[in-house]
C-alpha cells in the first residue's frame, strides 16, 4: 500500500515539475514577444536581448567608471556597519 501512494505522490510531483518547466516558459515567452512588439513600436528601436553582465562587459570598454547595480546592504568596515542606500555616486550604472 505504502509503495502505491508513494508512485501516485512521485507522479503528481513530476508532472507539476513538467508543466511548470515547459507550458510556463511557452506563456513567458509569448509575453517576452508582446513586450518586445510594443518596444518596439513605440520606440522604433530593437529590443536588446543581452544579460546585465554583457551590458557591464561592454560599457566598461568605452567608460571605465561604468559600475554594476548591486543591492544596498550592510557592510562591516574598520568594525562599522554602514547600510548603502544606493550604488557609487555620479558613475553610469547597468540595471
Not at 32 to 37: M, Q
Request: no cysteine.
Amino acid at each position: 500500500m505504502g509503495i502505491v501512494i508513494l508512485s501516485i505522490v512521485f507522479t503528481a510531483y513530476s508532472f507539476e515539475y513538467y508543466l511548470d518547466n515547459t507550458l510556463m516558459s511557452k506563456e513567458e515567452l509569448k509575453i517576452l514577444k508582446i513586450k518586445k512588439d510594443k518596444y518596439k513600436n513605440k520606440t522604433q528601436k530593437k529590443w536588446d536581448g543581452r544579460s546585465q553582465y554583457q551590458v557591464y562587459r561592454d560599457l566598461i570598454k568605452t567608460d571605465p567608471d561604468t559600475v554594476p547595480y548591486f543591492y544596498p546592504t550592510e557592510l562591516n568596515i574598520n568594525s562599522k556597519k554602514i547600510h548603502t542606500l544606493s550604488g557609487v555616486s555620479n558613475s553610469p550604472t547597468v540595471f
